[in-house]
């Protein structure tokens, strides 16, 4: 990928997934292979990835598959080997988080930094850079200014070795620093460094302060809202950015076609704005759909720090998608609601997903048996298929959303996208014979040829007209014409027989020449003699797992390693998750927000609080100058006598706890 290459990086939980997200505008798909791929229900087998690679290769689109769990040593060798059989499958790109890879046998292919290995200063990107990693997924949490200070840390963006920064730009949105959280672990013995996190930030939480007072009830205070920076790309690009990466591997067919074209729109108006910049891959897509990210599952949107901190970033209320607003309750049956839509123009559909809130502000879903239309005025009654008893707090008045369209949902079920490269088509004539040749935007060309003798055409002023239908019939094939060249002696006439097996041999032969052409980008080399890590000292957070990362780290001067949390050594209190995110800010107790304010100043303290959701009790303690939150616990009882645990001591000496006092 070339510095003014812009890069839309889309999610695929399978194969036919990410055929459809190349389709649909992806310059590039990451998928999880068969293992260590930090998604526990998001396999796929390196044959259905080799499907994938081979047909998005047809299009100039990378094919990246995810190795980001930290590893145990007696999983090393199954991660090589994997490897390379990626490698052999025709996969561009591994994304990693354990440094360990760089330490053992891998094939000579690029490297990315999974957002694992939470990447938020300039001087942990430049090191990442410098041991050889082609792409680094920056932190979800930085802000613009921030952006651009690690872009200038990476040097000139044509020197040799000089990495790609990737930014999610839309998805759910994980509340710590990505690879900071240990809650999961903790509580379960599921590690979300090892893909099967729990989400306990989801829960609904009892907030209590220091004295004991209960500040929030049942608020789900760990859960964001989702990511969404449409409105913020020129920014970002400015800001050096050049992969634009959706968050979703669990994430079905439809967000993925929707998403994937929304951003493809966007990113090709810029494109078109900017001729400096270009696309990473070839072709221009034409959908039969209006891209919309409000119509797949969502919890409301935020654009979260990158144009600084703000107070609405919770989804507090419900982890659930609310939906749109669509009308309100007129009336209730026996076994029917109706409502009076907003718009009377609004359909309700057999099927769709409707909503609301009850007293206590959780989420009520409601599914629609049969919808029938009242009168056309908007009013109308759905028939719910659960019992109407079982609507809490379903009564007249009460606002109704749709989260649910099945029109939506049909319409993306079926070829939703067509994707094709430009071609010009050029037919000779030379010595009695035609020759076609035809050559794409990426200047691959292909031919062929048809040996006379050559008809004279019996109607001279239809004769040019026809030729140019003909050839330009590429139907089904991967190319659009641009434009056809017809260099004749004089008006011809070819049987349609004839041009049809000249154009259809032509388009063959350049498929052939596109295929020979693709290559894999090369694996950037390390810098030598090897670069110093920022710090000395690693503590549990820096998530060392193996004793090849423990080497890796050593090579590049860290004197004191301790082991990840995984490895079970850190039984007491610690920082169980860092995050940005602040509790005491969200709900309006943080000391900055109080300065200046009379009669408040000075009395509103940034005191530890606690979160209680049933038996499970965890503490917020707030690091103000960094403006972070940490949320500590120790690692049950239960998870230690239950999880082997992988015992390993790296350091010289014991490292400094990672919770805040």
């Known amino acids: 990928m070339l510095p003014h290459q812009l890069e839309l990086l889309a999610p695929a939980r399978d194969a036919d997934i990410g055929i459809e997200a190349v ?9 999880g292979g068969p293992s260590f791929g930090a998604r526990t229900s998001a396999d796929n087998s390196v044959q259905d990835i080799a499907r994938l690679a081979t047909y998005a290769h047809r299009y100039n689109s990378r094919i990246f598959v995810t190795m980001n769990t930290i590893l145990r040593d007696d999983e090393l060798e199954s991660a090589r ?84 920064l990737e930014f999610f730009v839309h998805g759910a949105l994980c509340v710590a620093y990505s690879g900071q959280c240990f809650i999961s672990h903790a509580h379960t013995g599921r590690s979300a460094n090892r893909g099967d996190c729990s989400q306990a930030c989801r829960l609904p939480y009892e907030v209590k302060d220091s004295q004991g007072r209960i500040v929030a009830h049942d608020k789900h205070v760990l859960s964001m809202k989702d990511n969404n920076q449409s409105e913020n790309l020129r920014q970002i690009i400015d800001a ?3 992969s634009f990466k959706i968050e979703g591997r669990y994430k079905d067919m439809a967000y993925v076609k ?3 074209a929304h951003y493809r729109v966007l990113l090709d108006e810029i494109l078109e704005e900017r ?49 749109r607003p669509i009308g309100h309750v007129t009336a209730t049956g026996p076994n029917f609601v109706e409502l009076q839509t907003d718009d009377k123009d609004t359909v309700i559909h057999n099927g769709d997903g409707l909503c609301y809130l009850d007293l206590q502000k959780e989420l009520v879903g409601l599914q629609i048996n049969r919808a029938e239309a009242v009168n056309k005025k908007g009013l109308w009654r759905v028939f719910p298929k659960d019992p109407m008893e079982g609507f809490k707090d379903l009564r007249k008045g009460v606002q109704v959303n749709r989260n649910r369209d099945m029109d939506w949902v049909r319409g993306l079920e079926k070829k939703s996208a067509e994707r094709r490269i430009g071609a010009w088509l050029t037919l000779n004539e030379s010595a009695d014979r035609l020759k076609l040749t035809i050559t794409d935007e990426d200047g691959h060309s292909g031919t062929s040829a048809l040996a006379g003798p050559l008809q004279d055409a019996k109607d001279p002023s239809q004769a040019e007209a026809k030729l140019r ?38 388009v063959e032969q350049l498929e052939v020449a596109r295929a020979a052409a693709w290559h894999r980008l090369p694996r950037a080399k390390p810098v030598e003699p090897p670069v110093a890590y920022p710090e000395d000292t690693l503590t549990y957070l ?19 390693i301790a082991a990840a949390y995984e490895s079970h050594e850190e039984e007491g209190e610690v920082s169980l998750m860092i995050t940005k995110h602040c509790v005491r800010f969200s709900l309006s107790l943080c000391p900055k927000q109080a300065k200046g304010v009379t009669g408040v100043q000075g009395t509103v303290k940034a005191e ?17 100058k960094p403006c972070e939150m940490h949320v500590v616990g120790k690692i049950k009882r239960s998870v230690l006598n239950a999880v082997p645990a992988s015992p390993l001591r790296f350091y010289k000496t014991r490292p400094v706890s990672g919770a805040l006092g």
């Open 23 to 31: 389709n649909h505008g992806a310059d590039a798909v990451y998928i």
């Open 81 to 164: 080997k994997l490897a390379w059989q990626l490698y052999d499958a025709g996969v561009d790109t591994l994304i990693i988080q354990d440094m360990g890879l760089l330490e053992i046998d891998l094939p000579p292919i690029q490297l990315h930094a999974s957002t694992q290995t939470d990447i938020r200063t300039p001087e942990k990107a430049r090191f990442l850079q410098d041991v050889g990693l082609s792409q680094i997924v920056l932190a979800r949490e930085l802000t613009l200014p921030q952006i651009a200070a690690i872009d200038a840390a990476l040097g000139p963006k044509d020197a040799p070795g000089r990495a790609i």
């Open 240 to 242: 050096g950015v050049r």
């Open 258 to 260: 929707n998403i994937t």
């Open 275 to 323: 001729p400096e910049l270009a696309r990473a891959s070839s072709g221009e897509c034409t959908f039969h759909f209006q891209p919309d990210p409000d119509q797949n599952f969502n919890r409301e949107f935020t654009d979260y720090f990158v144009n600084g901190r703000k107070e609405d970033i919770g989804a507090f209320d419900t982890p659930k998608n609310p939906g």
């Open 469 to 506: 239908e003909n050839l330009s019939r590429l139907g089904d094939t991967l190319f659009q014409p641009l434009d056809v060249t017809l260099n004749l002696n004089g008006p011809r006439f070819v049987p349609a027989s004839q041009l049809n097996a000249l154009r259809r041999e032509a």
């Open 542 to 560: 820096a998530n060392v797992f193996n004793h090849k990362a423990r080497d890796f780290y050593a090579k590049h001067g860290v004197k004191v």
């Open 608 to 624: 530890p609080m606690q979160l209680i959701n049933g038996k499970e009790k965890l503490t917020l303690r707030f690091d103000c």
